[in-house]
């Protein structure tokens, strides 16, 4: 979970009706390649935030 509103955006979430078919997986694959890259660059920061 990248956010905790999730439940806001998506009625559906961590119920019955929260199914596989309703997952747009090609929208997940672009956060998590994304997210990938952030921790990549924060893990390589050596100068600090």
Not at 2 to 17: G, K, L, M, S
Not at 26 to 44: C, D, H, Q, S, Y
């Amino acid at each position: 979970m990248v956010t905790d509103t999730a439940f806001n955006r998506y009625p559906q979430y961590h119920t019955a009706q929260d199914t596989p078919e309703k997952i747009d997986y090609v929208r997940m694959a672009e956060v998590v390649v994304g997210l990938t890259k952030a921790v990549v660059l924060l893990a390589n920061d050596e100068g600090g935030l």
